[in-house]
């Protein structure tokens, strides 16, 4: 079982420039209570460890056959056969993959280790303005090691910003705020039922936690996905704009634009994609949300 010292990450990036401000190192935390259809890192939903397959990438060599104890990896007529249900995630087929087709998602890190590869880039922090961020998935889902990293960044003197979904229990979020500098908070959809169907949940928790980090004056960065057709409609542009001019707290907004890189990954960890005909969003459609919201009173960029 794990301690709360120790979080499953599938992901640390050093050098960020679009999870917060300056020169970033963003920590990614597996595990996630929504299900976004057009989640752009749907290997971080689940909050297990995972094989990822890349399928595109196989070479049909079978050396995975032969070190999966498991017989997850089979041979079908000399082609290579995934039985993800057999995989007990033990790791011995990644590296005989020689065509990088294999990879585990998501790895068990304590507190110590991160803060090492934190503290290697804290001069850039120093020079730009920058920090660490941590980001998912959704970090509160593993909220002890998530409140225990963001204690060691803060006793560390290091600016953090905390990427959130907004679905956590209030006192959690509460006993956070100390510990954060900038909340980077999602805000998906308006509509109640739109954001069920597109999420799975209801927004109601969200948008009271959103409500009471901006009662608090807590700084927020807004950050919006927007998917053309989905939830781009004008109400909900409409009111983007109206929480950026009703809160001060709100210190910007930033339209997230739809890629449709995240199709390819769900499916190498097994999954459906949520949304199957929708193309990456092109730059006139961007800059035309960035330009309704504009007219609307409401100075975005584009994350
Ligand atoms: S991780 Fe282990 S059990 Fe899973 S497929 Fe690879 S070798 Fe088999
Ligand atoms: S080792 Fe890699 S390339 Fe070879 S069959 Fe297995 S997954 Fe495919």
């Known amino acids: 079982m794990l301690q709360s010292d120790t979080g499953i990450i599938f992901d640390v990036q050093r050098c960020c420039l679009h999870d917060g401000p300056g020169i970033r190192t963003t920590v990614f935390f597996k595990g996630c209570p929504l299900r976004c259809l057009w989640c752009h890192n749907p290997e971080s939903q689940a909050a297990k460890p995972q094989l990822s397959f890349d399928s595109g990438k196989c070479r049909h060599c079978l050396a995975c056959v032969a070190a999966c104890h498991a017989g997850a990896h089979r041979a079908d007529a000399d082609r290579h056969v995934l ?9 011995q087929c990644v590296p005989q993959c020689l065509a990088g087709a294999l990879k585990i998602i998501g790895q068990p890190r304590d507190v110590p280790s991160l803060m090492r590869e934190i503290e290697k880039d804290r001069k850039f922090y120093k020079s730009s303005g920058g920090g660490v961020t ?26 953090a910003c905390l990427e959130t979904c907004g679905l956590v229990e209030p006192d959690r979020l509460t006993a956070l705020i100390s510990l954060v500098d900038l909340f980077l908070f999602d805000y998906k959809a308006t509509d109640p039922d739109l954001h069920r169907h597109l999420m799975g949940v209801s927004n109601e928790r969200i948008l009271a936690n959103l409500d009471m980090l901006l009662s ?3 700084p927020v960065i807004l950050r919006c996905p927007l998917v053309p057709g989905v939830n781009d409609q004008p109400e909900h542009l409409r009111a983007i704009a109206d929480l950026a001019k009703r809160h001060s707290a709100i210190r910007g907004v930033e339209i997230m634009a739809y890629h449709s890189m995240g199709r390819d990954k769900a499916q190498q960890v097994g999954q459906q994609p949520g949304l199957h005909d929708i193309a990456t969003t092109d730059e006139p459609t961007k800059n035309a949300y960035v330009q309704t919201l504009a007219e609307l009173g409401c100075s975005a960029v584009l994350g």
């Open 216 to 218: 608090r004056g807590v």
């Open 134 to 159: 941590l980001s998912g998935g959704e970090p509160t889902a593993q909220f002890e090691f998530c409140r225990n990293l963001l204690s060691a960044v803060k006793n560390a003197g290091i600016h």
């Open 83 to 91: 039985e993800r249900s057999h995989c007990q995630l033990c790791g």
